[in-house]
T-cell receptor, first 110, second 112 residues
């Protein structure tokens, strides 16, 4: 089945650690996005990529980094510089303006 | 910049009640408009869309009409079910297709 796969579903991070969230798609879509979701705040854009080897900062990029070495993959690294990383993270791709979402990764700092 | 504003929830209804969730937008040009639904612990799923003025998107009994004169895209359903309980997001994609902008989401709770 075509779609977007995020892994892991749950992730626990200790203070000061970097962690990487995986996002893979087999839809052959050029554009991919990372959003952060917090209760009552909707979806906030972290980074997006329109094409391989290129990406742009979104509204809340500080403390995060991404790469886009392959069309299918758009991993997000949450660095130790992100002071409040506990949230639900959603990866998406778009085709003809419609967004397709993964199932999300819930990150918790312990 | 572009933005989406939707009514704050939670919205609490009894089964078979009429639902309206208001959504207005600010954008230049002619964006595409969407409603997405999110069930607990999951990603978002497309519910319906409209790509030009006066288009009506519909799916699973939900409807929304793209009103350019009032910059609105209100979601309606004539008779809600318990299974409709979820968070609903209004969204736009700008004319260039580069930006996805979401509202803050409205939680709907339907009781039997």
């Amino acid at each position: 089945d075509g779609g977007i796969t995020q892994s892991p579903k749950y992730l626990f991070r200790k203070e000061g650690q970097n962690v990487t969230l995986s996002c893979e798609q087999n839809l052959n879509h050029d554009a991919m996005y990372w959003y952060r979701q917090d209760p009552g705040q909707g979806l906030r854009l972290i980074y997006y990529s329109q094409i391989v080897n290129d990406f742009q900062k979104g509204d809340i990029a500080e403390g995060y980094s991404v790469s886009r070495e392959k069309k299918e993959s758009f991993p997000l690294t949450v660095t130790s510089a992100q002071k409040n990383p506990t949230a639900f993270y959603l990866c998406a791709s778009t085709w003809e303006r419609r967004a397709f979402f993964g199932q999300g990764t819930r990150l918790t700092v312990v | 910049g572009d933005s989406v504003t939707q009514m704050e929830g939670p919205v609490t209804l009894s089964e078979e009640a009429f639902l309206t969730i208001n959504c207005t937008y600010t954008a230049t040009g002619y964006p595409s408009l969407f409603w997405y639904v999110q069930y607990p612990g999951e990603g978002l799923q497309l519910l319906l869309k409209a790509t030009k003025a006066d288009d009506k998107g519909s799916n699973k009994g939900f409807e929304a009409t793209y009103r350019k004169e009032t910059t609105s895209f209100h979601l309606e359903k004539g008779s809600v079910q318990v299974s409709d309980s979820a968070v609903y997001f209004c969204a736009l994609n700008d004319q260039a297709g580069t930006a996805l902008i979401f509202g803050k989401g409205t939680t709907l709770s339907v009781s039997s």
